[in-house]
């Protein structure tokens, strides 16, 4: 069973910069995702990495503004966020399948209990 945490979240003024950290033991052998989910709209699929990092994919929504990397060395994936929009605030949730599945959420089996992102001057 994978339990996975995420840490990173907070208040940050509009233009600012978070990193997400998803951590796990064993989540190197993992393909994972980061998603979001703002009060009152749907969950979106923000960006995914394959296990071994070779492939990424993000949003259209936070590209050129958003990376998603990983160090299996340390069972973590990271989501660093920069030029953050009042917009981007959500809950961030990681997710993880054993099998790449980008940014379908209903393929991932393993879910964290999210992290309160929020975006206001």
């Known amino acids: 069973q994978l339990q996975l945490v995420e840490s990173g979240g907070g208040l940050v003024q509009p233009g600012g910069s978070l990193r997400l950290s998803c951590a796990a033991s064993?989540?190197?052998?993992?393909?994972t995702a980061w998603f979001r989910q703002a009060p009152g709209k749907e969950r979106e699929g923000v960006s995914c990495?394959?296990?071994?990092?070779?492939?990424?994919n993000l949003a259209d929504s936070v590209k050129g503004r958003f990376t998603v990397s990983r160090d299996n060395a340390k069972d973590t994936v990271y989501l660093q966020m920069n030029n953050l929009k009042p917009e981007d605030t959500a809950i961030y949730f990681c997710a993880a399948d054993r099998y790449y599945s980008d940014l379908r959420g209903e393929e991932y089996d393993y879910w964290g209990q999210g992290t309160q992102v929020t975006v206001s001057s």
């Open positions: 064993g989540l190197s052998s993992y393909a």
């Open positions: 990495i394959s296990s071994s990092g070779g492939i990424t």
